[in-house]
């Protein structure tokens, strides 16, 4: 395997986690609501997505297992913040806090277990053409689902009448509400879908990353997720360069410190930080004042008038 | 805002603690302040493995209550004192992150008894205790030396702290010994425990010809990679050959049961002291998991090696230890580098080639 083809694998399996939990959250965001409970969500998905492809012996069903995880976390997270108008910071956080205990006490049973990893696709001749047939041809389900996710989310934002309507929701929900629109449901939908993507992103850690399940695996993703979509600035195409950017210099890093150019390790770790929120703070500066800003009522509790 | 969240969850737990022990007044209360959480598989575990030993030799006598997941820092004092506060009389804090907070609530609480692992500072009630892991590591270099088809070993280093740094140290200087040319990459990762970044990190050590991996951070992750490229690794705390039925060649155990079941013993009968308890592969507080995946003439070589520094005729830091250029590191002990030197190593020995990081 050619040095540059093992570089890019490990950029893609970095990268999707990432991806796949702020797409969520970049819906959840755009509906007007600020859920701080990725990493709960997540580390719920991974939990219940390795019991799940455990007890069966299959990664698809512990996909939906990891799915369904993030789901109901994301619903306990409706029912307080919207059905009872709670503050979103405070459930947000009290979700990642729930998450992260139930997870360790769900997935006590089954660390130390193993499970085969999720197979990666091959499509015929297509996965045999030299470097790039492996890379973009012979993924894990998870890798051509994450693009496919990203594009569907794009495309119900910007052209279908549900995305208006959610953007809409997002940016000013006493008008939506005005002009007839179920802004509590529609909300209660987006929450709902960020949990779904959450728990796959979750999920994917144990069935795909690296096959075993230990509590906290997720190591603090779900607040990278976050980030990303605010330094995405709430745009679908920036979240991927952004997550792909942070895979990217991650992978990059770890590789440069093998090389030995003795660099400090410290400032190895930090760059992709750095790196990320450089570059699309510069992206942002470039469209200038067309760039998307945040929507106007994020984060902002909304009880309809009786 | 993750540091707010810990603090949050440590208080809760603390709480919790309080909660289910509020019984049984007539027995001696043992405390343990874990880093992580006991599910890790790595040092957190082999802690809890060891507290479980000693609930099965002493359970008539003793209670025990564990708190997981405290962070390092003043965050782990609120901890300490909750468990001296319910009546613990010893507390075993399991990181060197807690020396400081250790220390100050051992001031607090001068009838409680405190053992602080892997720290430096003690009291009239508060020893400590680590194990001498550099030892495991010599034998690994031996092993990872007479393995190596590359002659590139791959380290996955998780902070550059004096042990971690003696580590590998003592690697290269069991390696040397079998083949004085052997090189070493390094990657820091900056964290004790993430699985997805220390397989990474073993992806692109692997990537670059190492083909014998070994690690200073907790998960099998890295174990779990060498299994999958099948090349090979040692496990770290605990025995780890699940994930590497192929791969794992041996790996360091972390074996503190037996002195968990002495110093409360000593304390049931009166007589613990204060002391610095530094043991190691002679004490069985380290301990090596079987020699696999490798023949008999290496298996031979890790034993005799293994021997040799349990009657002390093999002794890692052996004088002359030779800096990176070249010259002789000031030999303090005598025969060999006495133990400041090695606790607070802060110097890479000849043959790695990396810059020392942070000087």
Not at chain 2, 281 to 287: C, G, I, T, W
Not at chain 2, 299 to 326: M, N, R, Y
Request: with cysteine; charged share 15%; aromatic share 10%.
């Amino acid at each position: 395997m050619l040095i540059v083809e093992a570089i890019i694998l490990s950029v893609i399996a970095a990268s999707t986690p990432l991806l796949l939990a702020a797409a969520g959250e970049l819906v959840v965001e755009r509906s007007g609501v600020l859920n701080l409970g990725v990493e709960g969500m997540m580390i719920m998905g991974a939990a219940c997505g390795f019991a799940g492809a455990y007890l069966s012996g299959s990664t698809f069903v512990g996909a939906l297992c990891g799915i369904a995880a993030g789901v109901a976390l994301a619903f306990v997270f409706a029912v307080l913040t919207l059905g009872l108008a709670v503050n979103q910071v405070a459930a947000g956080l009290a979700l990642t806090i729930l998450g992260t205990g139930l997870s360790g006490l769900i997935g006590a049973g089954f660390v130390g277990q193993k499970i085969v990893p999720a197979p990666h696709l091959y499509i015929p001749w297509l996965s045999d053409i030299p470097v790039a047939g492996k890379i973009l041809f012979a993924q894990d389900g998870f890798v051509y689902f994450s693009v496919l996710l990203v594009v569907g989310i794009w495309w119900f934002l910007y052209r279908t009448r549900g995305g208006l309507i959610l953007r809409a929701v997002g940016d000013s929900h006493t008008s939506a509400h005005a002009l007839g629109y179920p802004v509590l449901k529609i909300r209660l939908l987006a929450v709902l879908f960020g949990g779904g993507c959450a728990g796959l992103a979750g999920a994917f850690l144990p069935l795909a990353y690296t096959p075993f399940f230990i509590p906290g695996m997720t190591a603090g993703r779900g607040w990278i997720a976050l980030a990303l979509v605010v330094f995405s600035s709430w745009l679908p195409g920036r979240l991927v360069a952004g997550a792909y950017l942070f895979g990217a210099v991650t992978i990059l890093q770890l590789h440069a410190q093998a090389l030995g150019l003795g660099i400090p390790s410290q400032l190895m770790t930090a760059l992709p930080y750095l790196a990320t929120v450089i570059v699309l703070v510069i992206i942002s500066r470039a469209r200038g004042s067309a760039g998307s800003v945040a929507p106007a009522s994020l984060g902002t509790v909304f009880v309809p008038d009786r | 805002m993750k540091k707010l969240l810990m603090t949050a969850a440590a208080a809760a737990l603390a709480l919790a603690a309080t909660a289910m022990n509020a019984s049984a007044a007539d027995k001696l209360k043992v405390g343990f302040i874990y880093l992580g959480p006991v599910g890790d598989l790595g040092w957190t575990y082999m802690h809890e493995v060891a507290r479980q030993a000693l609930v099965k030799e002493l359970g008539d006598k003793i209670e025990t209550t564990y708190l997981e997941n405290v962070n390092e820092g003043p965050d782990s004092e609120r901890s300490i004192v909750q468990l001296a506060r319910t009546g613990h009389q010893l507390i075993f804090t399991t990181s060197f992150g807690y020396m400081d907070p250790t220390v100050k609530v051992a001031k607090q609480f001068p009838k409680v008894k405190f053992e602080h692992a892997t720290g430096y500072k003690r009291a009239e009630n508060l020893g400590t205790y680590s194990g001498r892991f550099y030892e495991g590591r010599y034998i690994q270099g031996v092993i990872a030396a007479k393995m190596s088809k590359t002659g590139t070993l791959g380290y996955i280093g998780s902070f550059p702290i004096p042990e971690v740094i003696s580590g590998i140290n003592a690697t290269m200087l069991g390696a040397q010994s079998v083949n004085p040319n052997i090189k070493v990459k390094i990657i820091w990762v900056n964290t004790w425990f993430d699985p997805g970044k220390e397989a990474d990190a073993a992806k692109a050590l692997a990537d670059q010809g190492a083909d014998v991996l070994m690690q200073h951070t907790d998960s099998p992750a890295a174990m779990q990679v060498a299994q999958q490229r099948g090349i090979y690794a040692f496990g770290q705390d605990s025995d780890m050959i699940k994930f590497g039925p192929k791969s794992q060649l041996t790996a360091i155990v972390n074996n503190w049961g037996p002195y968990y079941i002495k110093q409360t013993k000593a304390v049931l009968a009166g007589t613990w002291k204060s002391e610095d308890t530094w043991d190691g592969l002679k004490e069985k507080m380290v301990v090596m998991a079987p020699y696999t995946n490798m023949p008999d003439d290496v298996k031979a070589l890790a034993q005799k090696t293994e021997a040799g520094i349990i009657d002390g005729s093999i002794v890692p830091f052996k004088c002359p230890v030779l800096g990176q250029d070249g010259k002789p590191i000031e030999c303090k002990g005598g025969t060999h580098l006495d133990a400041g030197q090695i606790l607070g190593m802060n110097f890479y020995v000849k043959g790695v080639d990396e810059k020392f990081p942070s000087k």
